[in-house]
């Protein structure tokens, strides 16, 4: 008999422990990012069509991203201007496994928006690269802001609570300032591998606090010996991420920055598109010289095939002494509808950012970031020390001397082999 409640137990626990689940914080503050993660054995794959947002029974706008990363999907999206209440994501016309059947039903969470604003936003709200990455942040707050960031292995769940009654940030953590409604790249160094790596991205203030999963593909390439080339920071594509949705059968385009961060030279730089997206994107078959300290902007073509589907990779740029990967995330679907509201373009010109391009003879006293226009000092443009003033007006006079003492050798030489002319020795005793 207790043989018999037990299988019978465990045949009613087993479809609720299989099924799909959504997995994301209970509450947001207003204007906050929010991110998900979505769980289960799914046999169609989630679309951005298929994930709605609902105010109680009210269907409201939403604009998600969704990516699927190993055996997640990952969720993130916008909650601007929604007021505070209660909430539901609902995902809508996936098929996935509840046990042994096959089932279609919704997978809902419920959540709340509190009274209360979020400190600053953030764009991406989840992380697929190749190598080093950055996160957009945005100030929401009236007053100026100090985010710290750090990276870590796995997650905290108790981060986000903790925040409210203080920092979290370990001694190892960096900071970054923001004006109030400013918008700046908070960058991420990570060691290459040959193996694919999870971590999370931290990012905090006192009152708001973010965990954005994050997946560093293999870096593939290799030297002549077959070592691993581990990419470094001397090169940068801005945004370091993109999210791109289209309905079959069409083309699209967008564009990218390419940063040189090398104060000294300039950098010939490549692009290439990994196998998985290279039939869908299309990248310029030449290689660009860019300044130092510069960056330069290109337009990369995406085309959609005939059948929907999420498919990811890399747009890889590649110079002589280092690389960087951008990740890409394709959503093709039959009912996609582009929306004029769409402001994943967070670039802003270098005199919106309160800054200046220093010039040739010029470098930055402090901290830079990358603007619209190159890379923009936020501090102040100096000119070149003295030591190398001295240096080239040194050099340059040596160059003079050695030009003037030539030019009198010629001179005299010349004077010297001069043949003798009669007429003219006469006209002188004259």
Same mark, same amino acid.
């Given at each position: ?26 509450? *947001? ?14 046999? $169609?794959?989630?679309?951005? &069509? ?9 269907? =409201? ?9 190993? /055996?997640?999907? #990952? ?11 209660? *909430? ?17 039903s /919704? ?6 928006i509190?009274? $209360?604003?979020? /400190? ?16 957009s942040?945005?100030?929401?707050n009236?007053?100026?802001i100090?985010?710290? *960031? ?37 960058y ?6 040959s =193996?694919q790596?999870?971590? #999370? ?11 954005i ?42 564009y990218? #920055?390419?940063? +040189? ?11 290439? =598109? ?5 039939? #869908? ?10 300044p ?24 890889n ?14 959503n093709f ?8 509201? /769409?402001?994943?373009?967070?670039? &802003?010109?270098?005199? &919106?950012?309160?800054? +200046?391009? !220093?010039?040739?003879? &010029?470098? !930055? ?10 890379? !923009? ?35 005299? *030489? ?6 003798? +002319?009669?007429?003219d ?6």
């Amino acid at each position: 008999m207790k043989l018999g409640v037990i299988i019978l137990s465990l045949l009613i626990l087993f479809p609720a422990i299989s099924a799909a689940q959504i997995n994301m914080n209970p509450s *947001y503050a207003q204007d906050e990012t929010l991110i998900a993660s979505v769980s289960g054995n799914f046999l $169609s794959q989630i679309q951005q &069509q298929n994930v709605l947002l609902y105010n109680g029974h009210v269907r =409201v706008s939403f604009i998600p991203v969704i990516e699927k990363m190993n /055996d997640s999907f #990952y969720i993130y999206g916008q909650l601007n201007n929604r007021s505070a209440g209660n *909430y539901s994501i609902v995902i809508s016309g996936v098929s996935y496994f509840q046990g042994a059947q096959v089932s279609r039903s /919704d997978i809902t969470k419920n959540f709340t928006i509190t009274n $209360s604003t979020a /400190d600053f936003s953030v764009d991406p709200g989840f992380v697929d690269s190749g190598g080093n990455f950055s996160i957009s942040v945005w100030n929401l707050n009236e007053n100026p802001i100090t985010i710290a *960031y750090w990276t870590q292995n796995s997650t905290s769940s108790g981060n986000f609570l903790e925040s409210l009654f203080g920092s979290n940030a370990p001694s190892g953590s960096q900071t970054i300032l923001l004006q109030s409604g400013q918008i700046k790249s908070v960058y991420f160094s990570v060691n290459g591998s040959s =193996v694919q790596q999870q971590l #999370y991205a931290i990012l905090e203030t006192s009152n708001t606090s973010y965990e954005i999963p994050v997946f560093i593909e293999p870096f593939q390439n290799q030297d002549s010996s077959g070592n691993s080339i581990i990419p470094s920071s001397g090169i940068e594509i801005q945004p370091s991420a993109a999210n791109v949705s289209l309905s079959t059968n069409s083309t699209t385009s967008r564009y990218i #920055y390419i940063y +040189n961060h090398d104060n000294q030279s300039s950098a010939n730089v490549s692009l290439s =598109v990994s196998p998985s997206i290279s039939q #869908y994107v299309s990248v310029p078959n030449e290689t660009f010289e860019i300044p130092y300290n510069s960056s330069i902007k290109i337009m990369i073509n995406f085309t959609s095939g005939a059948g929907e589907g999420i498919f990811s990779g890399q747009i890889n740029a590649l110079s002589a002494n280092s690389n960087y990967s951008m990740s890409i995330s394709l959503n093709f679907s039959n009912s996609f509808l582009p929306s004029s509201s /769409d402001t994943s373009s967070l670039f &802003q010109t270098c005199s &919106q950012l309160n800054g +200046n391009i !220093c010039g040739e003879n &010029q470098t !930055c006293s402090g901290q830079t970031t990358n603007a619209q226009d190159g890379v !923009c000092c936020l501090a102040t443009c100096r000119a070149i020390s003295n030591d190398q003033a001295g240096k080239i007006i040194g050099w340059t006079i040596v160059a003079i001397i050695v030009f003037l003492l030539i030019a009198f050798i010629i001179m005299r *030489y010349r004077k010297a082999s001069r043949p003798f +002319n009669l007429l003219d020795f006469m006209r002188k005793r004259k």
